[in-house]
């Protein structure tokens, strides 16, 4: 026999799994973006804004869900938390991949056979592939519901957030070369967009927290210094 | 093509504390300041134990009722939730074999205290109970004056303290025409709101209600919802209810009680947001019950 | 998606056949029941209408050998005068009893002890009763007389008293616990939710009760025979002998003329339709209480 509201727990915890699976399209997304930006890749930057689609449609999906869930189920204490932090949750898959076309759409105007600065590439990389494993952690500390995992992404934010600047530092001093110029503009804003993307893994992250312990406190991220929130 | 701007987030911590604090939920959206002059009476129960014969089914249990402030108490069947209330007003010792040791103060009165007469507690601490029980020999109006009356109180004014009654449970538009007719003539919703100003025209200072919504259908239950939110306002009132959702609308704080003990004790909105105990927890999200 | 609509299956003809047999039967049992019950009415109307006249009615019997035997009208006086009497002392005190038990004795060792003899109570001849009175205040000429109406009324209330208690125990039992409760909830004492909710709301049931006690006393001979004794005269005076209908029709029904043996039919008739009247009122009592 199974406990009371098996149903309701069955479908709870499909809607979380359904959210999370969001993370790895953002992934997708994002290995793809950053691809083509590396090597000019015009036809698969089309391919990520098309495939945005994907993530909106499952952005749907959940959002229904939880409204069914919510007006059927009346869902309290963990169980209310979860669904609320799924809305969260979701609606941070949903901007992650608006950033990921964000960048893909950067491709044909940064040109074709545009010149490249090697260090302002090799950041990107790096940033890249930070932002890669923030979301992979984030996904894994929510559903893990493990707060350590959830706290070490303000760390690796960090990491982000110093590329960040170092990238525009780069750019600033890159030279009088105008195409030069106007490609590390257009890495300026790719880098912006790989550090949202980081901000919103730290929002999954701060959603974990909540999750676990019920309470909602703002990590360490771009707006929030650390030396003006400390984190519990 | 620039992305949007993330917005700053407010810092909300969204547990309320224990329920030493009275002012309402940052979560509820009219923040009405507390009253400045309630006077209203307070019920403690005092380390209570309460025994079917040689079965112990309260253990050791301490609760305090705010005044003017709606408490439930939810658990499980048998928990020992109706027994603690019948417990406050009495009523439990009059099943044969019953009885109660501890403390129930109303204000500083101790209703178990030496020489109290039973019928003076209840006439300050009323009950509605979960199946609505109108006298059948009596018409509307003898009803609610049944309690008047039943106490030996003379009344000259048992007229406009029926109607005035009536009014406060809103049931008296729709029986005015016909205080007469026999009060087990109308709705069970409308019997049950009977019942309530039956209790109300002794003018208690405490309500109890065991279930009292559970015999009536969803609108019903809605109306004697919102009469209990009214209530408040001049009755402390503890309510008994199985119904988690009902708990969760009407009342300030609420008790949850497990197999005659106190589990936990907080104010709803944290109760159904972030309980502290795990058995809370479970109850509360179906897990068990 | 197939068709297959829903089917029940067949009634076996063997379960038929049961069917038949077992509601024929019970006709038949039903019928033999109805036979002496019907002759009974049958005999009655037959034998006593033809007594009943203006006379029977509104003279005593004179127990003269020749001429007019005269009427029934002591006895009909007497009945009515001795079962009121007896009706006041077992109606008050059969509630009473039937109080006790439902209200405050509940299940404790006395009221079971009680409860127990009134069951006893039921199962003892009527004849016994009377004795007892006979010994206890005939004999001894209690009130300065040895035959009295009164006795008889005491005789036959001991008769009717577990009776009521009886009936008046089931219909305090059937008014619902939680009147009780809601009334000692506002605060009420016992004693007047006792008065003022658990009586009124059993009232059409406890008339009912007391009602069928009344049949059931009015019918009884033995218990009078020793009490009331036998007497030709009406009158209102209950410290003397009183006549009474059972022992009227007990007295005539042996005569050798047959004029006084048809008024002996006439008195059985008088008897069973008062008893008749009693019932009907018992049920339309009942039934008015339950619509409302």
Same mark, same amino acid.
């Given at each position: $026999? ?124 790096? $940033? ?56 590390? $503009? ?47 | ?6 917005? !700053? ?34 019920v403690t129960v005092k380390n209570l134990n309460a025994y079917y014969g040689s079965q112990r089914s309260i253990k050791d ?17 048998? !928990? ?210 | ?29 039903? +019928? ?178 007391? +009602? ?63 008893? +008749? ?16």
């Open positions: $026999m199974h406990e009371p509201r098996h149903q309701f727990h069955e479908n709870l915890r499909a809607l979380e799994a359904q959210a999370l699976d969001g993370l790895d399209l953002v992934i997708q997304q994002l290995d793809r973006s950053l691809e083509s930006i590396s090597y000019q890749d015009v036809e698969l930057a089309g391919m990520v804004v098309a495939d945005d689609d994907r993530i909106d449609g499952r952005y749907l999906e959940v959002h229904q869900g939880i409204l069914s869930l919510l007006a059927r189920q009346a869902p309290v204490a963990g169980d209310l938390r979860i669904v609320a932090a799924l809305l969260h949750v979701i609606r941070c898959v949903e901007r992650m991949g608006d950033q990921c076309v964000n960048i893909a759409k950067l491709v044909p105007l940064s040109g074709y056979e545009a010149p490249k600065d090697k260090d302002i590439l090799d950041a990107i990389e790096r $940033m890249g592939r930070l932002a890669r494993s923030q979301v992979s952690q984030a996904k894994q500390a929510f559903a893990g519901r493990n707060t350590e995992l959830a706290q070490d992404l303000v760390r690796q934010d960090m990491e982000i957030n110093r590329l960040n600047r170092e990238i525009f530092r780069r750019a600033v001093e890159v030279g009088d070369n105008l195409d030069l110029r106007e490609w590390a $503009m257009f890495m300026i804003l790719v880098a912006r967009c790989l550090e949202r993307i980081g901000d919103n893994t730290v929002d999954i992250a701060e959603q974990t927290v909540f999750v676990v312990t019920g309470l909602f406190r703002e990590f360490a991220d771009a707006s929030n210094p650390p030396e003006t929130a400390r984190t519990p | 093509m620039i992305p949007p701007e993330t917005t !700053s987030k407010e810092q909300t911590d969204m547990s309320t504390g224990g329920h030493s604090e009275r002012s309402q939920s940052p979560l509820q959206a009219s923040a009405s300041p507390p009253p400045a002059n309630k006077t209203g009476h307070g249990v301490t609760i305090d009722f705010p005044p003017n402030e709606v408490t439930a108490i939810i658990g499980p069947s048998g !928990s020992g939730k109706s027994t603690v209330v019948r417990c406050i007003n009495r009523m439990h010792e009059e099943i044969p074999g019953a009885r109660a040791e501890g403390q129930v103060l109303l204000d500083e009165l101790d209703v178990y205290g030496d020489g109290v007469d039973v019928t003076a507690v209840r006439r300050l601490i009323g009950m509605v109970f979960q199946k609505p029980n109108p006298f059948p020999t009596m018409s509307i109006f003898d009803n609610v004056a049944a309690g008047l009356r039943l106490t030996g109180t003379k009344s000259s004014d048992l007229r406009h303290l029926v109607e005035r009654s009536l009014h406060s449970v809103g049931l008296w538009d729709e029986v005015k025409d016909r205080l007469n007719e026999p009060g087990i003539g109308l709705s069970g919703g409308q019997q049950q709101r009977l019942c309530i100003a039956r209790t109300v025209a002794i003018e208690p200072e405490v309500i109890l209600m065991d279930e009292p919504a559970s015999a009536l259908d969803p609108i019903s239950t809605l109306k004697i919802e919102e009469l209990i939110d009214e209530l408040k306002e001049r009755y402390t009132i503890v309510i008994v209810t199985h119904n988690m959702q009902q708990a969760a609308r009407v009342a300030n704080t609420t008790v949850f009680m497990l197999d005659g003990e106190v589990i936990e004790h907080d104010a709803t909105s944290k109760m159904f947001t972030n309980p502290t105990d795990e058995r809370t927890e479970r109850y509360v999200t179906g897990k068990f019950g | 998606m197939s068709a297959v609509s829903t089917s029940l299956p067949e009634i076996s003809p063997r379960r038929r056949r049961t069917d038949k047999v077992m509601r024929a039967s019970l006709l038949v049992a039903t +019928l033999i029941a109805l036979v002496p019950l019907v002759l009974i009415i049958y005999f009655l109307i037959k034998e006593g209408l033809s007594a009943w006249s203006g006379s029977f009615f509104s003279t005593d019997p004179n127990g003269n050998f020749f001429g007019n035997p005269g009427g029934v009208r002591s006895a009909i006086l007497g009945t009515l005068e001795m079962i009121a009497l007896a009706t006041l002392i077992a109606v008050p005190i059969g509630i009473g009893v039937a109080l006790y038990l439902v209200e405050y004795g509940k299940q404790s060792a006395f009221a079971n002890l009680v409860r127990y003899f009134i069951d006893v109570m039921t199962g003892v001849p009527s004849i016994v009763f009377g004795l007892f009175i006979y010994i206890s205040l005939v004999i001894n000429h209690v009130g300065n007389v040895s035959f009295a109406g009164w006795k008889g009324s005491v005789a036959v209330s001991l008769l009717m008293l577990p009776v009521v208690a009886r009936a008046a125990e089931v219909v305090l039992q059937l008014v619902p616990d939680s009147l009780r409760e809601a009334a000692l909830a506002l605060g009420a004492p016992r004693w007047r939710v006792v008065s003022r909710v658990v009586l009124p709301t059993a009232l059409p049931g406890l008339v009912t009760g007391s +009602l069928l006690a009344v049949a059931r006393g009015m019918g009884e001979t033995a218990p009078l025979l020793f009490t009331a004794g036998a007497t030709f005269i009406a009158s209102a005076n209950l410290n003397q002998q009183m006549n009474s209908l059972p022992v009227q029709i007990f007295t005539d029904i042996a005569s050798p003329r047959s004029a006084v043996v048809a008024r002996a039919w006439g008195a059985a008739l008088a008897l069973v339709t008062i008893i +008749l009247l009693l019932n009907l009122i018992a049920r339309f009592v009942s039934r008015r209480s339950r619509m409302a």
